[in-house]
């Protein structure tokens, strides 16, 4: 059995794309700011339906109430550091590990030219 259907949620594979974390922090900012408009998790997942899910039925069962409770429940900081660990992009991370891998050869190599003319003094 490949997929496991009972999970806990925070357990899941599936995480929330960007694309609606900004959304939803879109919607928890503007009840933050008015109590009267403030946007429960059930009308949250409906305005995101509605809205960017439209056409994305795989996306739909991804993003579930349970999900958008535990993100709106989060302080505004933790928000804001969930988006940005996701802005990352992979390739960009990809590259920047490819960089400090070949950075880190070339100083080793040097190391070991500068311990060889040390040696033939």
């Given at each position: 059995?490949?997929?496991?259907?009972?999970?806990?949620?925070?357990?899941?594979?599936?995480?929330?794309?960007?694309?609606?974390?900004?959304?939803?922090?879109?919607?928890?900012?503007?009840?933050?700011?008015?109590?009267?408009?403030?946007?429960?998790?059930?009308?949250?997942?409906?305005?995101?339906?509605?809205?960017?899910?439209?056409?994305?039925?795989?996306?739909?069962?991804?993003?579930?109430?349970?999900?958008?409770?535990?993100?709106?429940?989060?302080?505004?900081?933790?928000?804001?550091?969930?988006?940005?660990?996701?802005?990352?992009?992979?390739?960009?991370?990809?590259?920047?590990?490819?960089?400090?891998?070949?950075?880190?050869?070339?100083?080793?190599?040097?190391?070991?030219?500068d311990l060889e003319m040390e040696l033939h003094k």
């Amino acid at each position: 059995m490949t997929y496991r259907w009972a999970e806990y949620p925070g357990n899941s594979q599936n995480k929330l794309s960007i694309e609606y974390l900004v959304k939803l922090k879109e919607l928890y900012d503007i009840g933050k700011k008015n109590k009267k408009q403030k946007v429960s998790a059930e009308r949250a997942h409906q305005i995101l339906i509605d809205t960017i899910l439209v056409d994305k039925w795989a996306d739909q069962l991804d993003v579930t109430v349970p999900k958008i409770k535990a993100f709106f429940s989060m302080n505004p900081a933790k928000q804001k550091g969930t988006i940005e660990q996701l802005s990352i992009e992979p390739e960009a991370l990809t590259e920047a590990v490819r960089e400090l891998v070949e950075d880190e050869r070339n100083a080793e190599a040097l190391s070991l030219v500068d311990l060889e003319m040390e040696l033939h003094k």
